[in-house]
Each structure stands twice: as C-alpha cells, then as structure tokens.
C-alpha cells in the first residue's frame, strides 16, 4: 500500500465519532429566528396545534402566552363551529368545536370539547353567542345569569342581571364597540307592570363597568339569532313573525341603538313570507341573505359594501336541495372553505356541504349527535380577559392555573445571534451599553423600552463601546 492510499485510510478513520462521545444538544432552529417571525409561524396554526405547541418547551409556553402574540393570531383566526346539541345529552355534556380545511375533495377537521371541568362555567345554558374569541353564555330558566368567557384559556366572568324572577325577552348577545374598545352585554326583558301595553326594556352592560343601563324600548318581535350575526360592532337579524319582515334588524354596540338594513330589491312583497325559512348571516366579512326561487333553489346574496342596498350582489346560487313534501328546508351558509365548498346547516341536525361546479348536496359527519343542536360562528383567540375584562372577577379553571405557574420567566432573544437571554432586563441595559457607563436604569422602561436591544454576554464583549454621553443615547 502506497503512501497515498494509507493517508487516505488514516484521514477517513480520525474523523469517525466516537460510541460513546456526547454530542453537543442544539437549539432548536425555528427558536433561532426573530420573536416576530416565530409569532407569524405561530399564529397561523389551528388551535388545537397551538394546544399542542404549549407542550412542547417552557420557551413555547411563554410565546403563547404573550399578549402581543394572543391579538396577532386574533387576527388571523379562522371561524370555526362550536354546536350545542337541544336538548342537551346527559351522556355528553360538552359544547363541540370544529375547524375544518379543505384539500381538494377531503376534509381535515380538528376537533376540540369544551367541558365544564376544563373550560366553560356551566353547562347548563339557553343559548349562546361569541364575538372575537369570547362566547356568551346564557343560563338556563334556573339560573338567570349570563356567563362570559375564554373557553380556551378556561376563563370567564359571571354577570347577574339586573332584575330576577322576570320575563327574559327575546333580544340578548355579546357585542363590541371598536371605536369605545369596550365589549358589551344586551339583554331585553319585560318589566312587571299591570297594563295592557306589553313592552320590551333593553339594557347594555359594559364589561368592566360592572352596572347595567336602561336603553329604552326593544321590538317585541321574536328573534333566532343567525350562525354568524355580528359585523361592523352590530348584531344582524330577521324577526320570526308571521307576516315576514320588510328588512333586516340590527343593534349597533356603538351607539346602543336598534335599526334595519334595506335587503336587495328582489326581496319582493309576496316574499316576506319566507322570511321565517330565510337566512341572514356573515360571509367572508360581508353581510349575505338567503333568496328563495322555489323549494329546490335559493340565491345568497352579499352586500358587497356594507349599508349601501346598491351593493347587493348574487354571489353563489344553490341548486338541487334535498326534496322535501309538504314544507321548506331550512339551510344557513356558515363557512366557504378555500376550494369554493360551503358549509351549510341543515334542518339543525346535519351539516351539509355544496359543491358549486357539480351543484349537488353531500352529507358530512362533523358531528354526531342524537339530537338537534344549534351552532355558532366561533373564532378562537388567545386573548386573556385580564386584558379585556378589568375591574371585574375572573374566576379560572384549575387546569389553566396548572400552566400558569409553569410561565414565569421572562425570555428575549439576543439580536446578533438569536440566542435565548432570560430575564434580560435584569441582566444589561439597554442599547447594548455596558454596565458601570450611564446609569439611567430606572428610566430604562419609560424612556428606551421601546428601542432596547438585548445580547448575550458573548456578543456584548464583541461591542464594549466607550462610554456615550445621554444625549448622544437619545440621538441613535
């Protein structure tokens, strides 16, 4: 054997790892990106991966938890559909939610329940609604309170209505005024007085305020809240009467008052009648409404810029319902899914989903259930009610104390190598400046917080700089 070839042998051999050798632990790579970066790959995750994702590392646990991090996937939370079975089944006392995707012809659903154990004060309820990650609940005819709360994060707040052993009217839901940033409660009763002018009393509760306030009269016209009801701070609605309704019904959170929408001009007068069987509700954030041809077909309509009649436009046409003898089937659009699919809610027992190239209705089986159920537009949100219902007492769920108590540091990345400090405040100043040259800490959370740039101690040794005057700091 030459000399070549020996060299070769030696140098392939030397550079085998040892059995036995530890091998360095490295950090995990998606945690060597920006913070920003990590919340926008975060944030786009479905919730029940997010559950997961809290799991994963104490480091996970604190991303998830922020509050800068909560309002982003706010933002980017998909409507999912939470269903509560009528009446409610002793053997399963939970409320169901879903969120589906499509993949061309197949369906991928996770599923989450809601219990009362981990994540709702009650099981017992009338009705419910949600708006931005909160759901209202209202009690049952024995408990006259209203519950609102974080299903996810197992938080919620309990308000008592101003008056009991009354007639609950028909008007009841949780809203929000963007412009006030201030979530509100509306409930109607009647008040107990001999006459014979039956009336409705409509009052707001302010969460955070921890009153009620009287708003004057409501309709006393019947209402069944739609799957998806509120859009631009105000809740939308038909009015089950007899003699149909002429427009839509809202109440605006801002200015606390009740009002109607013009519905589009083929909304004729000999179809009032079907308003009973019509469906009004949110579609791609604008406003739609069902239009009936005849048994088998009905038009959706969607007001393209909301409060403007013009804008009423037919958008999708469903064909070939399910014949049904002597009477209507009720249908309500709640999703449309990234293929073009809709999913619709079908005689409040079965969800239902229309293919709009072939026209034709097939069954799913989202959700199993012995009864009818009702089922409402949910968007679940990390938002914690500490930041939303000040003033007022949270209680929370044993579970989600348990998580609490494993999120205690405070973690921020080193902005030259992304690598992870704990506690940076505590342990440099801002700006990268070493310790001994200003001492300005006290101001650092008023006056640099927003511009403050934390390193590790290795990559601050790389930039000890000579000390700088204050306003030199002030002009960087």
């Not at 999912?80 to 409610?88: E, G, S, V, Y």
């Not at 949600?130 to 938080?155: H, R, W």
């Amino acid at each position: 054997m030459n000399g070549r070839k020996r060299a070769a042998i030696k140098a392939s051999t030397s550079i085998v790892p040892a059995v036995n050798q530890e091998s360095p632990i490295l950090p995990c790579r998606i945690l060597l990106l920006p913070r920003r970066t990590i919340y926008e790959i975060l944030a786009r995750l479905p919730i029940k991966t997010l559950f997961q994702c809290r799991s994963v590392c104490k480091r996970f646990l604190c991303f998830i938890s922020d509050p800068e991090f909560a309002k982003l996937q706010l933002s980017k939370s998909q409507v999912c559909i939470l269903i509560k079975t009528q009446p409610l089944q002793n053997a399963s006392k939970r409320l169901q939610l879903a969120h589906v995707e499509s993949s061309g012809s197949n369906f991928q659903v996770s599923k989450l329940n809601f219990t009362p154990k981990s994540n709702l004060p009650t099981i017992d309820i009338s009705h419910m609604n949600a708006c931005n990650g909160l759901l209202c609940l209202v009690g049952s005819e024995k408990d006259y309170n209203f519950y609102v709360c974080n299903p996810i994060l197992g938080e919620f707040i309990t308000i008592q209505p101003p008056y009991k052993d009354i007639q609950r009217g028909s008007f009841w839901g949780l809203g929000y005024s963007t412009m006030m940033d201030q979530y509100k409660v509306l409930q109607s009763y009647y008040p107990v007085v001999e006459s014979n002018n039956r009336f409705v009393t409509a009052e707001i509760y302010t969460i955070g305020t921890g009153s009620w306030r009287s708003i004057g009269n409501a309709p006393i016209d019947t209402v069944a809240m739609p799957f998806n009801a509120f859009l631009n701070d105000t809740l939308h609605w038909f009015p089950c009467t007899p003699n149909g309704s002429e427009f839509i019904h809202t109440f605006d959170f801002y200015s606390e008052k009740f009002g109607t929408l013009p519905p589009p001009d083929h909304f004729r007068e000999d179809d009032k009648k079907f308003t009973n069987y019509s469906r009004i509700g949110v579609l791609g954030g604008c406003l739609f409404m069902i239009y009936f041809t005849n048994s088998t077909r009905f038009d959706i309509w969607v007001m393209k810029e909301y409060g403007v009649k013009e804008t009423w436009t037919k958008q999708f046409v469903v064909e070939n319902l399910y014949p049904k003898q002597g009477s209507w089937d009720f249908y309500e659009p709640m999703v449309v899914l990234n293929n073009g699919e809709i999913l619709m809610l079908y005689n409040n027992d079965a969800v239902v989903c229309y293919n709009q190239k072939r026209k034709n209705l097939r069954g799913t089986k989202f959700f199993r259930t012995r009864s009818q159920f009702d089922a409402t537009a949910y968007t679940p949100s990390l938002v914690s009610l500490n930041n939303i219902a000040k003033g007022e007492q949270i209680s929370r769920m044993q579970v989600t104390k348990d998580y609490d108590k494993l999120c205690t540091d405070e973690f921020q990345d080193c902005v030259d190598c992304g690598v992870q400090l704990v506690n940076p405040i505590c342990s440099f100043p801002p700006f990268g400046v070493p310790y001994g040259t200003v001492n300005y800490h006290n101001f650092q959370a008023d006056i640099f917080g927003r511009n403050s740039e934390s390193r590790c101690a290795a990559c601050m040794d790389r930039r000890v700089a000579p000390a700088k005057s204050f306003l030199s700091l002030w002009n960087m």
